[in-house]
């Protein structure tokens, strides 16, 4: 009976693992930002999908570390491990790599990690299927903004332009980025969840955290929360004050890019 016990046992486990081998993979398309404010000793990212709850599976903070996002064919599992690695001294780009370097499907993914110096790293996933572009990524002064599944290039250029020329905080500087992306067109499947969060040096864990997990317009959504909340990580950013104002009613709809 035993021997019959452990021979069922076996090809169950067997079975399971061919199960979950043949699993296809999460795919989170979305687009995200990562910046840090050495002066100030914060660090956060913010990021908007279609993918429900994406603020709890793609960016991941740490203060005095700094911040890295795991989206498309993402990993959740690297998240910690990324900001561990970065906190032990290893260049972005070579955390990156270290990620990647067992990886049974690198070119999926897409990755930004930056360090509280703002040293930056990005990977782009370009063998991403058709359904999932337009991707590609910017980086400018502490901050790298990246996306997929986007209805065009001017996602990542919106979000770069309004990072940049935001006066504010950083928390303000990455929610105008965020909403410029959504404002600019976004995922093109929809604006299903959204998320911010940021750490600071003395705060363990995060200092602000701001999820909407499920909604029709979950930018925008997350932007009045932003805009409702008292928090010393709002700056003195128009967007971030009451009363709120829709940041763009006549945004153009949903689509597809038609030259991917």
């Given at each position: ?134 991707w590609g ?44 992306g959504d ?78």
């Amino acid at each position: 009976m035993n021997r019959l016990w452990l021979l069922t046992f076996a090809a169950l486990a067997s079975w399971l693992c061919q199960s979950l081998d043949a699993a296809p993979p999460e795919i989170t398309a979305t687009f995200s930002i990562v910046a840090v404010d050495p002066e100030n000793h914060v660090c956060g990212a913010a990021v908007a999908s279609k993918y429900p709850g994406v603020g709890k599976v793609v960016p991941y903070v740490r203060a005095d570390v700094g911040a890295f996002c795991t989206q498309h064919h993402h990993v959740p599992k690297w998240g910690d491990p990324a900001l561990d690695l970065l906190q032990a001294g290893k260049r972005p780009e070579a955390v990156i790599a270290e990620l990647l370097k067992d990886d049974k499907s690198p070119e999926l993914r897409q990755l930004a990690i930056i360090d509280m110096q703002g040293q930056t790293a990005v990977h782009n996933p370009t063998q991403a299927p058709e359904a999932s572009r337009y991707w590609g990524a910017m980086t400018g002064r502490f901050y790298c903004c990246q996306g997929n599944t986007l209805t065009g290039r001017e996602v990542v250029i919106a979000m770069s332009k309004a990072y940049e020329e935001t006066a504010g905080s950083l928390a303000d500087r990455l929610m105008a980025a965020l909403i410029a992306g959504d404002c600019a067109g976004g995922d093109h499947r929809g604006r299903l969840a959204s998320g911010i969060h940021v750490a600071k040096t003395g705060v363990e864990g995060h200092w602000l955290a701001l999820d909407v997990d499920k909604s029709d317009d979950a930018v925008v959504e997350l932007a009045k929360s932003y805009a409702e909340l008292k928090h010393d990580a709002k700056g003195s950013w128009r967007g971030a004050k009451l009363p709120f104002q829709h940041p763009c009613p006549d945004r153009p709809k949903l689509s597809i890019p038609k030259n991917p």
